[in-house]
Nanobody
Framework: QVQLVESGGGLVQPGGSLRLSCVAS??????MGWYRQAPGKQRELVASITSGGAPNYADSVKGRFTISRDNAKRTVYLQMNSLKPEDTAVYYCYARRLLPVYDFWGQGTQVTVSS
């Protein structure tokens, strides 16, 4: 059974930092990453990383967020610095299994940036 368990969300002031973690179990995954969804908005890609470590970022977070993964631990991380109120959203971890192809999702973790 595949499970993605996220942690690390919370309330932070503008300019602050948070680190999200997502532990995946139950399969072998290729690309892993993070999406977010703010109230009234569509879910959007924040960052993703291949099994080889190649990252991809949304323009809105480039230079502020860093994605990384530990394949041995099947864990993906999202270091978020210089947080802005517009980063407030529920952040979802995802992991892509290749055989057969399927995207798995975590339950989401709330990130709130507010003074």
């Amino acid at each position: 059974q595949v499970q993605l368990v996220e942690s690390g969300g919370g309330l932070v002031q503008p300019g602050g930092s948070l680190r999200l973690s997502c532990v995946a179990s139950g399969s072998i995954f290729s690309t892993m990453g993070w999406y977010r969804q703010a109230p009234g908005k569509q879910r959007e890609l924040v960052a993703s990383i291949t099994s080889g470590g190649a990252p991809n970022y949304a323009d809105s977070v480039k230079g502020r967020f860093t994605i990384s993964r530990d394949n041995a631990k099947r864990t993906v991380y999202l270091q978020m610095n210089s947080l802005k109120p517009e980063d407030t959203a529920v952040y979802y971890c995802y992991a892509r299994r290749l055989l057969p192809v399927y995207d798995f999702w975590g339950q989401g973790t709330q990130v709130t940036v507010s003074s």
